[in-house]
Each structure stands twice: as structure tokens, then as C-alpha cells.
């Protein structure tokens, strides 16, 4: 073996930094042997420089002592010691600790062994330690057995091994024990790999047998091998899949729903090598979204017959027109068992009379009269023949065989008859028709049945309220029948000032109108005016037939009417509206008047009207203690009295508009005073001389007032007609509007123009019928009475003009008289019908109040709950309600008794009127509960608002003792399902108020907050 020596000074050796090699392994090689071949060429100086200017820390050290005896550069750059430090170390010291036993026993090893390669950790001086792959082989250094070591630092590489073995495990790990199915196919659909979860997806034992078994995946595998194809087109486009579902079969041949995401993976060079990826096992979240489906649907359909129900009700509780109702009730029947026909008949109660029949689905579309089984089997054994669930088959039945004519050609299968029964009565009958054989189910069944239910109380309501409307048309009849009979016995009573009531009612209208008091408030006006002089029936005729001037006490009595009045009145409830002229048209507007001394706004404005009114008429008319004045004269008397006597700005709409056309002149259009004969000269173009005499003739006697000015709408395409009939309309008194034709009167009646339509049967764009019929199907809207203006005779054509919703004709051209006539009748009509508007509108208003408190009732409060909700849930806004309970009703009614109770829940109701807001809705809700629905109010306002009435109520003053109420709040969240729910969780959290010591605020949303705050205390 050669020596080799390296202790030649450092500064006859060439540089370390000149001319490194590049590659350890090419200092390495010269020492793999234990015999160093050393080429003859080289010398000691050449290894020297091999030696000292590898980059990689290089060593030599004597084995039996492990002292150092020579290092490079490279080593003493790494290691942090100098060249004289290293000389005096054995290589233990730059080894940690804990490894230089196993280096010891190591070096012992290496003797006898040549090259050696292992990875070993080093330390630095720092103390610091690396992972370095060691090189050694064994050499002569100074004649004794030496070791020449290079050391690479490969820290990060073993780190890396470490970390990617790391992620194998992990890998593998992640790989066996997933719930998925991981897997990895070749792109012509066999498996390469695959985890247990996988494997018990499909049904097998295991992976290996997966991948032995399915070799053709889209074949064995895929329900639908197109499926495989598609997986494989999206693969190719997309180089991946995310989602996919399919239907696979399992071994055992059970067909399960499955989702895939994979992706394609390549080679460097692009080449596809095999798709991986997982797959999960959706079947029963595929079984549960088609349960869902079908719930769904169920859902949808029972929500259906739910709206179609409440449709219904709309129709019970708004609808006036019982064939309306019956339309309704149609529609739903059908729509919603979904049959081909259904018939309904309605009967008059204890008769045999057809109040009214409907149908809906026949296809020839004939009037049905009578019902398929005969009335009478329903009358007498309603129960017994006829209950839910009786299907008659019509090919068989023997009672069906000789059908009615209006079911020849309709070819019915299945029927159905239902007696339409309420309060023990049969009220009609509702008939269903297929025309295929029918297999309901229970479900089926008991919605018919309810649908039966509602439609007898449809009819039932129906019915009431026409004998209501019935009984109050005869009553408000009876009532102003009486009225006028009244005042024409106190005109009889004074011969002198015999039709007085009734010219100075007629004009206290005109100026009422003029004013703009609404029409439902004329109709007493109108009872007042009549009765002005009602208390004179206890005033003694020596007195009032005085024909000279009274004496002071004669006065004092007389001056007491309007308190007769007053007290004759009062009594009856329905005059009460009306007993302000009565009562007051004697007051004066300087306070002077009678019998209170009323001053000024004080003075009822009726009152106010007829005072001017009646000085008018009584100066104009001729008394027993002197003659009627001039017209003149009466007019600067009205004015020397306005501001004293009189109203001022009242004195100067009466004479605009009734002194300049007093009662025999008719005001035209344009201003200017007119007499009757001048009327008739406006006709001259359309009507011959004759005929413009007799029209002359006829005005002069219909010339007086006949009762309230009306506005009139004309629809009439011709012009000289429409002219002609409006010169006797403003002959008459009356104000006339134009429509050109039908299209331009339907706009103006749906923009609530005037309420008296006459109208031309031939009219352009939609003809009278027609024109009848739309304004008949408008809802809530003031009653329009319809005139048809025709030429035509036949009965059968005014008899379709009445089915379409006229109320009268007048023929082409028009008579006067007759005009006059059908103008008083609609008059008359359109009276009573607001009357009657009023008095409807009144009851409505009764229906939803609280008798006791005088607040909103249950029923309302619902009815607005149910509208808040929907728009709150259409526009996106909150919505809470307030549940409200006074604290310790029962003993402080047991306390102090029954009315005191009353007086309470009175005053309490009175103190959450005025605390609530003027836009919330504030109710009964039955007992000492009470309800407030609070529109866009979210839960901090609702919390607000609640607590304000809380201290209202504290600051209150009571009878008794102090009072305190429990409060419940719940807001609209989005899971709030219904408005029900949301009063449910008012209701519970005003409980959790009362049980937490009562005189409380409870949100609904607190009590989850408390419940878990409980649930954790306990915990």
C-alpha cells in the first residue's frame, strides 16, 4: 500500500480556490480501494491539490485514535474550526453526544475494510448538527492506519425522504381507511387500484377482488354503459369530472346510485397514464330527494286545496252575489278533485222553488233545471242514501238511465250527489260528474266533504244577506216613508207653507253637494231637512196660526221646538244623525240663536246650510202675518245676515248656486238663466216645430225641482241624439257627462265617475249588454244604475238586457215626461242603495269590533295578521306581534266584582290605544288577553315598543289598585311558517313573562337564549 503524506507546508501547495474539481465523486474514486492504484504520472503534490480544493469537507484521521491528521478547506469552512483547532479533535467531537458510542463501536468495525459509505450526523461548532452522507476508504498516513473521509451534507434530501415516507404512510393510511371509494382506472375501464371502501361500495370482499373481477367496467358496471362513454367524453374534454351520478349494479345484482369526481393524470409529456378518483354512495340521499319530490307535490297539492278553501271563504265573507259565489265554488270543486263537471243547485228553504243553479264543465253548455236524482230522496233522507263516499256508476245505476236532456251526448261515467246540508236544512245539492270511473280515496273524500261544507255556507250566507239587505231596503223604505209622511202632515198642519219641507230639503242638498259632503252623509241631511219643523208638533196651533205677531210668551213656547224637537228624536237611534238641523238650524252664527247659543264652527255645517236655506224660502213664500218678498230683496237680506245671522261663506255658495235659478228656471251650461220655452228652442235642429212645441208644453209642467241633482253619463255615438238628450237632462236639473263610446264610459266608470250611466244599446266598442255586464262584475264599488237608451221592442231583447245588469230602458228619441219619470225612480234607487252602502259599511265595522273595549276583535285581528304577513313576506319586511295579559284579573275580579272587571279591561284598552302607533292594529284577543300587530317592526322594535306600554301602564292611575300587565313578543324570522306560528310564539313568550314574575318583556328569541342558560347551570 503507499504512503501517502500531506505534511508538506500548506504555502508550497496550490490554492484551494484554483481549479476545484467539480464532483466529489471524482476525488472519491483514487481511495475506493484498499491498494490505491496511483498512476505513475501523478505525484504526492497532485493528490495534495485533489485533496485540498474539493468543495466537499474532506478528512483524514487516524483509526486507532479517531485523532485527526489532516482536513481541506471545504471541512474547515463547514465545520467553523481552524486548521490547528481540527489537528488537535478526534473526529467523536464533531459527532452529538448521543452518537459516539455507535461511532466507536463503528470504527472498530472499519478495520480491514477498504470503502465504506453510510449516512452519519455531524456537529459543527456551533453546535449545530447536519445529516451528511459519509465516504471512506483506508489508507497509510504517516506509517500508521488511517481512514480519508468526504463527507456531503444531504440534510435537506434525508429530510425529504423522511417527509415523502412520511406522506406515503399518511397516503396509505388516508387510502384504506376512507369513507369513499378511492380509486384508479385505465382509460379503457379497468381498475388498477382500489380501497376497501370501494370494494364494499360494489359489494365485493375485498380490492383484489374488485380489480380481478371488473375488467370492462362500462359493462359490468354501469346500468347504462352509455353512462361509461359519457364519463369517458368529459374526461377527454375536460381531463375531469366532478359530480357525476349514475347506476351501478353491485355483485349481488342490487342497483345503487353513485356520484364521481376524478381527474385524468398524465406524464411529463402529456400522455395519458389513468384516471383516479372517488366515488360515494348517494342511493338513500337519492331515495330521500324523491321522497321529498313526492312530498313536495303533496304539499303543493294540499296548500292548493288549502288556497282553493280559503278562496272560498273570500268569497262567503265579501261576495253579495250568490251566482258569484257559486263561480267560485265551481272553480275550486273542479279544479281541485279534478273532475270533468260538477252542478250545483241551490233550493228556497221549506219550498220546491230553484232559487239559482250553476255548472261548471258541461260541454253543450245547457240550462240544468233539476238535479239526476230526483230533490226529494235528498229532502227525505239526506244521511242515509247520500253520504261521502256513495259513487254511482251512470252505465249501471238503474236510476240514472233516462237521463236529463241536459246530460244527453256528455257521456258521465261517475257521479257523485251531495245534499248541501246547514242547521238541519237541505239547502241544494252538489252534483260531480266524470266521465271515467272514479276510485277516491279517503282524502279525496273528506276534501269534498269540506268543500260541500263551505258551499252550504256559502249559500246559506248568501241567502242571509239577501234577506238582510231585503229587510233593511224595507226597513230605510219604511223609515223614509214614514219620514215623508211626517213632514207633508206638518206642511197640511200650516196650509200657508204647504210644500216648504220639501223645496227647502231639495236645496239644502244642492248646496250640501256643492260643499262636498259625501253622499252617505246627505242621506241625513236630507232626513233632517224634512224634520226641521218636527218639534212644532208640540207647539200649540193657537200659536203657530197666529196670523198676527206672537206675544213674548208666545215666543217662549215657540222658541222650545227645537228641544221638542230634540227630545222626540233622540230616542230613535236610526234619526240621530239627522237631529242637527232639528236641533239647530235656529242657532245664529253670532251665538244670538237658539235654543243653545251656539257660535260660529260651532253650529253643526247641516244646521249651518238649512238656516240659510230656510230664510230664503220662508222670506220667498207668503206667511200668514205678511207677503212673500222679491227675489231681489231676499238676496241683500241673505247678505245683511251673513257674519251675524248666517254663515258667511255659506250665504255666498247658496246664491251661486241656487238663488240665480230659484224653482222655475233652469240653469244652463254655460251661466246664463234660461227660461223652459228657451230649453226647447235648443231641440228645434233635431225635432220638427211641432214636436218642439209639445216638448215646450211638456217642460213648462214637469218645470220643478224633482229632487237631488244627479250627474248623468251619456253614451251615445250620435251626435244630434246625445245633444238632444242632454238638453232635457240640464233641463231637469241635472249635470251630463259625454262618452264617445263604450271603451271611454267603461274607463270613466272604473275612475268612479258618475253613478247614473244611460246608455245607447248600439253604442261603438262595447255595446249596452256588454257595457252592463262589466260594470255588474266590479267589486266594492258604489252601485251604478244603468239606463239602456234602445229602439227596440221585443221582449226577448230586453229581457237579455236585463240578464246582462240593466235596471231600465227608455226608448229612441226620448219623451220628456218619460225621462223625468225614469230619472225620479233612479233617483229613488241610487238614495236608498247608499243608504243601504252606509248601513253595510256600518255593519262590516260592528262585525270586527269588540263590544267592551271598543278595540279590533279575535277575528279581525286574524284577518289583519294574515294580510301583514303576506305583504311582510312579499316585500321583504319585518313584522312582530305583541301578546298581552293584565296580571291578576281573576282576583281583582273576584275582589272587587264583575262590572268593576268590565271597567278595568275598558280603561286598560283605552290606555294601549293611545300608546300604540296610529299604523298598528290593537285587539281583543279574548278575555283579559290582548294583541298587537306591529308592521315593520323587527324584534328591537318590537322589545321598544312593548316596553313603552309597560310603563304607560305603570304611570297609569287606577280605581282600585295598581295594575300590571305580562308581555309577549315574537318577530317574522325565516323560519317562521305561518302567522299562527308567529302569535304561538308571542303566546309562549308572554308565558315565560307571567311564570318569570309577571309585569315582564319576553322576546320569543330570549327563550332559547334562557332555555341553554338553564340546560348549562344544570350541567
Not at 485533496?51 to 482536513?71: K, S
Not at 262636498?516 to 226641521?532: F, N, Y
Request: aromatic residues 8%; glycine residues 6%; hydrophobic residues 40%.
Amino acid at each position: 500500500m503507499r504512503e501517502f503524506r500531506f505534511d508538506q507546508p500548506r504555502e508550497a501547495l496550490p490554492s484551494a480556490k484554483e481549479d476545484r474539481p467539480i464532483h466529489a465523486l471524482h476525488t472519491i474514486k483514487p481511495f475506493r480501494s484498499a491498494t490505491p492504484q496511483v498512476s505513475p504520472d501523478l505525484d504526492e503534490s497532485c493528490y495534495r491539490l485533489l485533496f485540498e480544493a474539493n468543495p466537499y469537507p474532506m478528512w483524514a484521521y487516524d483509526l486507532e485514535t479517531l485523532a485527526f491528521r489532516a482536513v481541506n478547506e471545504a471541512a474547515i469552512h463547514q465545520f467553523g474550526y481552524s486548521r490547528d483547532e481540527f489537528l488537535t479533535m478526534t473526529i467523536a467531537e464533531i459527532r452529538p453526544p448521543e452518537d459516539i458510542p455507535a461511532l466507536r463501536a463503528d470504527a472498530a468495525g472499519l478495520r480491514g475494510t477498504a470503502y465504506r459509505e453510510s449516512i452519519s450526523r455531524l456537529r459543527r461548532k456551533n453546535g449545530s448538527v447536519f445529516e451528511a452522507e459519509i465516504t471512506s476508504n483506508s489508507l497509510q498516513f504517516a506509517g500508521r492506519t488511517a481512514r480519508l473521509v468526504l463527507a456531503h451534507d444531504v440534510t435537506e434530501r434525508v429530510q425529504m425522504n423522511r417527509a415523502l415516507l412520511r406522506a406515503e404512510a399518511k397516503y396509505r393510511t388516508i387510502f384504506e381507511n376512507a369513507v369513499e371509494g378511492v380509486f384508479q382506472t385505465t382509460p379503457d375501464g379497468r381498475y388498477l387500484d382500489a380501497n376497501p371502501a370501494l370494494a364494499q361500495i360494489y359489494g365485493y370482499n375485498s380490492p383484489a377482488d374488485l380489480i380481478a373481477e371488473l375488467t370492462d367496467i362500462g359493462r359490468q358496471l354501469y346500468v347504462d354503459p352509455a353512462r361509461r362513454a359519457e364519463f369517458a367524453r368529459e374526461m377527454r374534454l375536460h381531463g375531469s369530472v366532478f359530480g357525476f351520478e349514475s347506476q351501478v349494479r353491485r355483485r349481488d345484482g342490487r342497483v345503487i346510485w353513485i356520484t364521481e369526481s376524478s381527474r385524468a393524470v398524465c406524464d411529463e409529456n402529456g400522455r395519458l397514464l389513468y384516471y383516479e378518483g372517488i366515488v360515494e354512495d348517494i342511493t338513500r340521499r337519492k331515495e330521500t330527494e324523491e321522497q321529498i319530490l313526492t312530498l313536495n307535490v303533496e304539499l303543493n297539492r294540499r296548500l292548493d286545496r288549502v288556497a282553493a278553501l280559503r278562496r272560498i271563504d273570500l268569497a262567503i265573507i265579501e261576495g253579495q252575489d250568490l251566482g258569484l259565489t257559486l263561480e267560485v265554488c265551481l272553480d275550486q270543486i273542479v279544479g281541485q278533485l279534478c273532475v270533468d263537471a260538477s252542478v250545483i243547485h241551490v233550493w228556497e228553504a221549506g219550498t220546491r222553488t230553484t232559487l239559482q243553479t250553476a255548472s261548471r264543465g258541461l260541454r253543450h253548455g245547457a240550462l240544468v233545471s233539476e238535479p239526476l236524482i230526483p230533490r226529494e230522496e235528498f229532502v227525505s233522507k239526506p244521511q242515509e242514501n247520500y253520504r261521502i263516499g256513495n259513487l254511482i256508476d251512470l252505465t249501471r245505476d238503474s236510476r240514472t238511465r233516462n237521463p236529463t236532456p241536459h246530460l244527453i251526448g256528455e257521456r258521465f261515467v261517475s257521479y257523485f250527489a251531495l245534499p248541501l246540508t246547514i242547521k238541519g236544512q237541505v239547502k241544494g245539492i252538489l252534483e260531480i260528474f266524470h266521465r271515467k270511473p272514479l276510485a277516491p280515496d279517503s282524502e279525496w273524500l273528506s276534501y269534498l266533504e269540506t268543500l260541500a261544507g263551505q258551499l252550504a255556507i256559502a249559500i246559506d250566507n248568501a241567502c242571509l244577506f239577501d234577506e238582510l239587505r231585503r229587510s233593511n231596503s224595507d226597513l230605510a223604505s219604511a223609515y223614509d216613508a214614514t219620514i215623508e209622511g211626517w213632514s207633508r202632515a206638518l206642511d197640511l198642519r200650516d196650509e200657508e207653507t204647504e210644500g216648504h219641507s220639501r223645496r227647502v230639503t231639495e236645496m239644502t242638498l244642492r248646496v250640501a253637494e256643492e260643499l262636498g259632503i259625501p253622499e252617505a252623509d246627505r242621506v241625513h241631511v236630507r232626513r233632517g231637512a224634512l224634520l226641521h219643523d218636527i218639534g212644532k208638533m208640540g207647539v200649540p196651533d193657537r200659536i203657530l196660526l197666529k196670523p198676527g205677531p206672537l206675544s213674548e210668551d208666545e215666543w217662549r213656547i215657540m222658541r222650545r221646538h227645537p228641544q221638542y224637537a230634540y227630545e222626540m228624536l233622540w230616542p230613535i237611534e236610526f234619526l240621530r244623525p239627522a237631529i242637527a238641523i232639528p236641533y239647530c238650524h235656529h242657532e245664529r252664527w253670532d251665538g244670538s240663536g237658539y235654543p243653545r247659543g251656539l257660535r260660529g264652527d260651532e253650529i253643526p255645517l247641516a244646521a249651518r246650510i238649512f238656516a240659510t236655506v230656510d230664510v230664503w224660502d220662508a222670506l220667498r213664500s207668503d206667511r200668514p202675518y205678511r207677503p212673500a218678498w222679491s227675489e231681489a230683496r231676499v238676496v241683500e237680506h241673505l247678505r245683511s245676515l251673513a257674519g251675524t245671522h248666517l254663515d258667511p261663506d255659506i250665504v255666498e255658495v247658496f246664491l251661486r248656486t241656487i238663488a240665480p235659478q230659484d224653482t222655475t228656471r233652469a240653469h244652463g251650461r254655460n251661466g246664463h238663466e234660461l227660461s223652459a220655452g228657451a230649453q226647447a228652442s235648443r231641440i228645434s235642429a233635431s225635432r220638427s216645430a211641432g214636436e218642439a212645441e209639445d216638448f215646450s208644453i211638456a217642460l213648462e209642467t214637469i218645470a220643478r225641482p224633482a229632487g237631488t241633482p244627479m250627474q248623468v253619463l251619456i253614451v251615445e255615438d250620435h251626435e244630434p241624439s246625445a245633444r238632444e238628450l242632454s238638453h232635457m237632462l240640464e233641463a231637469l236639473g241635472h249635470e251630463v257627462f259625454f262618452a264617445a263610446d263604450g271603451e271611454e264610459a267603461w274607463r270613466i266608470v272604473q275612475e268612479g265617475g258618475p253613478r247614473l250611466v244611460i246608455s245607447d244599446w248600439t253604442a261603438r266598442g262595447i255595446d249596452g249588454p256588454r257595457l252592463c255586464r262589466r260594470i255588474r262584475a266590479l267589486k266594492n264599488t258604489p252601485y251604478v244604475y244603468i239606463i239602456i237608451l234602445t229602439a227596440r221592442g221585443e221582449s226577448a231583447d230586453r229581457l237579455e238586457c236585463l240578464h246582462a245588469g240593466a235596471d231600465d230602458f227608455l226608448s229612441k228619441p226620448p219623451d220628456v215626461r218619460e225621462l223625468a219619470a225614469r230619472m225620479e225612480i233612479a233617483r229613488r234607487i241610487l238614495d236608498i242603495q247608499s243608504e243601504l252602502e252606509s248601513k253595510n259599511a256600518r255593519l262590516a265595522e260592528l262585525v270586527s269590533i269588540d263590544s267592551l273595549t271598543g278595540l279590533k276583535n279575535r277575528r279581525h285581528f286574524f284577518e289583519s295578521l294574515e294580510s301583514a304577513f303576506s305583504r311582510a313576506i312579499r316585500c321583504d319586511e319585518a313584522l312582530s306581534v305583541v301578546m298581552v295579559d293584565v296580571d291578576g284579573f281573576k282576583s281583582y275580579n273576584d275582589e272587587f266584582g264583575h262590572p268593576a272587571g268590565d271597567d278595568l279591561l275598558c280603561v286598560f284598552a283605552d290606555r294601549l290605544r293611545s300608546s300604540a302607533r296610529e299604523h298598528d292594529v290593537v285587539a281583543r284577543y279574548g278575555g283579559e288577553e290582548f294583541a298587537i300587530i306591529l308592521p315593520a317592526t323587527d324584534a328591537e322594535g318590537g322589545r321598544t315598543l312593548s316596553k313603552r306600554l309597560q310603563t304607560s301602564l305603570l304611570g297609569s292611575a287606577w280605581p282600585f289598585r295598581k295594575i300590571t300587565a305580562s308581555f309577549g313578543v315574537a318577530t317574522l324570522s325565516v323560519s317562521t311558517s305561518s302567522a299562527a306560528e308567529l302569535v304561538a310564539e308571542a303566546d309562549r313568550a308572554m308565558y315565560a313573562s307571567k311564570r318569570s314574575g309577571r309585569n315582564r318583556v319576553t322576546h320569543h328569541e330570549d327563550l332559547d337564549t334562557a332555555t341553554t342558560a338553564v340546560t348549562a347551570a344544570k350541567w
